[in-house]
Nanobody, 124 residues
Framework: QVHLVESGGGLVQTGGSLRLSCVASGRALSTYAMGWFRQAPGKEREFVAT????????YYADIVKSRFTISRDNAKNTLYLQMNNLEPEDTAVYFC?????????????????WGQGIQVSVSS
């Protein structure tokens, strides 16, 4: 079993930045893809970004591609999401996710482990 704990969320003004972290325990995850999803009130959970096990390959949702950066430190079993130039539309609960295959790690249905989620709120 894998336990994922997110941190770094909060309230920020439009144009501000936040850095989310996700610490994993229970298993070394260097061979697993990891990623971030988000869910706004009344909306379905949506893909944000994903990174391959070794960290060499990343993939982003178009709406965040130029503003967010995903990275990981396998020595620390930690995943990060640097979010810059935040917009009110980025307000959501953000979830850390672990998937078996990078090729399908943008699909919520393929996620093997989820974090509990952390709130990110962007004021206008």
């Amino acid at each position: 079993q894998v336990h994922l704990v997110e941190s770094g969320g909060g309230l920020v003004q439009t144009g501000g930045s936040l850095r989310l972290s996700c610490v994993a325990s229970g298993r070394a995850l260097s061979t697993y893809a990891m990623g971030w999803f988000r869910q706004a009130p009344g909306k379905e959970r949506e893909f944000v970004a994903t990174i391959s096990g070794g960290g060499a390959t990343t993939y982003y949702a178009d709406i965040v591609k130029s503003r967010f950066t995903i990275s990981r430190d396998n020595a620390k079993n930690t995943l990060y999401l640097q979010m810059n130039n935040l917009e009110p539309e980025d307000t959501a609960v953000y979830f850390c996710a672990v998937s078996v295959k990078f090729g399908t790690s943008n699909l919520a249905s393929e996620v093997k482990f989820w974090g509990q989620g952390i709130q990110v709120s962007v004021s206008s």
